[in-house]
């Protein structure tokens, strides 16, 4: 069965620190993977995506197979990225997503 | 925000009580999933449905019931079943137009059992 790990439940970085949200998986097919990101008394909402390489905001994601990870990066952590962020595995089949289990980003001044 | 939309956004329940959870989209999505959002346990999928008038179990589907009539429309009953139903609902939706590879969320509706 599919799992994500993400094992901080908390990461408090200082204003201008770099950031990694550290995301590990398991499934033996080929995955797709997802950053979702909820800022306070805001509606969950997609931050990025693998297969898109893009850089959002400044985030950057790289899927490693080898390692089963997709850590989220920032080279300059901003106030404004103080939020709740989700990693998250679409295996197909009705394109379900599993849900890690959360890291709170506090960026502080 | 609209898209989207979830009410009541708090309901409280006495405990035997069945609830339903209603959710709405005018995005013209074809696939609707609920899930539910519990301190440290992230995100975890109650049920979903790719087309009306079909839906599978998610995860944790027991105690909870759904209906898909309407493209627009997933409700959530919430049953006595349930043996722990106070927690956080999320509703979403996802398109063919990016492939499904986003998806929308709802506000969320807060349960509360007394």
């Known amino acids: 069965a599919q799992r994500v790990t993400q094992p901080e439940k908390l990461l408090s970085v200082f204003k201008g620190a770099p950031v990694e949200l550290k995301c590990n998986y398991s499934y033996s097919g080929s995955p797709e993977l997802f950053w979702y990101v909820q800022y306070s008394r805001q509606r969950l909402q997609l931050l990025l995506r693998h297969i898109s390489r893009e850089s959002i905001k400044g985030f950057t994601a790289d899927l490693n197979k080898g390692e089963t990870s997709f850590h989220l990066k920032k080279p300059f952590a901003q106030e404004e990225d103080s939020a709740m962020y989700y990693c998250a595995l679409s295996t197909g089949g009705g394109n379900k997503l599993t849900f890690g289990t959360g890291t709170q980003l506090k960026v502080e001044l | 925000d609209g898209g989207i939309t979830q009410s009541p956004k708090y309901l409280f329940r006495k405990e035997g009580q069945n609830v339903t959870l209603s959710c709405e989209q005018n995005?013209?999505?074809?696939?609707m999933y609920w899930y539910r959002q519990d301190p440290g346990q992230g995100l975890r999928l109650i049920y979903y449905?790719?087309?009306?008038?079909?839906?599978q179990k998610g995860d944790i589907a027991e105690g909870y019931s759904v209906s898909r009539e309407k493209k627009e429309s997933f409700p959530l009953t919430v049953t006595s079943a349930q043996k722990n139903p106070t927690a956080f609902y999320l509703c979403?939706?996802?398109?063919?137009?990016?492939?499904?590879?986003?998806?929308?969320f709802g506000p969320g509706t807060r349960l509360t059992v007394l």
């Open positions: 979403a939706s996802s398109g063919r137009d990016n492939s499904y590879n986003e998806q929308f």
């Open positions: 995005l013209n999505h074809d696939a």
């Open positions: 449905s790719q087309i009306v008038n079909d839906f």
